[in-house]
């Protein structure tokens, strides 16, 4: 008779044959996963700050650009004294109250033209006329010893200047402003 030796058992016995694979197995797909959350995380924290990057940028490009328009209106003689008509719309950018919007592309000097690709709208709305608080320093619509005082002579167009920057796929920002024009001597 012939008898077989049996080879040596690795195992110990304990019934944890291959639980450390399993182990490292688990820990492997855990790790991955947390790595792909990391990378998904760090990509939204790169479109959130390109997104304000932007949005900061397009909110320059109005803020200037209504300081320009601004200073436009408050000049003296750069407005018209008197309430605009329709075609002013078409010609000047500037409406009579309630008139469909006509939006003019501000010039490049308003603005970082290098940072912006596309330029900022603006429009300007007439929005009434008051009578001037105060006289101007020069007396330019009152007589002299009448400063401090009202003068019913003297009269302020009342304008809302509205500017925005908008483009495909960049932050959409809009600002206004009522801005008072120059005094000027009320016309008949």
């Not at 019934?15 to 939204?44: E, N, P, Y």
């Not at 007439?126 to 608080?133: F, L, P, W």
């Not at 002299?144 to 920002?173: F, H, K, L, P």
Request: proline share 4%.
């Amino acid at each position: 008779m012939t008898t077989r030796h049996k080879p040596p058992s690795t195992s110990l016995g304990t019934g944890h044959d291959g639980i450390a694979l399993v182990v490292v197995l688990v820990l492997l797909v855990v790790t991955a996963l947390l790595g792909v959350a990391v990378m998904r995380s760090s990509a939204m924290q790169e479109r959130m700050a390109a997104n304000l990057r932007d949005r900061s940028l397009a909110f320059e490009a109005v803020e200037s650009t209504l300081r320009y328009v601004q200073n436009q209106v408050m000049s003296v003689g750069s407005m018209e004294q008197a309430a605009p008509v329709a075609n002013d719309c078409a010609t000047r950018s500037v409406c009579p109250r309630g008139s469909a919007a006509a939006w003019r592309a501000a010039p490049a000097s308003a603005y970082d033209s290098a940072r912006l690709p596309v330029a900022p709208e603006y429009w300007v709305e007439h929005i009434g006329e008051d009578v001037a608080n105060m006289i101007d320093d020069d007396n330019q619509c009152g007589a002299a010893g009448q400063a401090g005082a009202a003068n019913q002579n003297c009269r302020t167009q009342i304008y809302r200047v509205i500017v925005r920057s908008r483009s495909e796929g960049r932050a959409d920002v809009v600002i206004q402003a009522n801005v008072a024009g120059g005094t000027q001597q009320a016309g008949p």
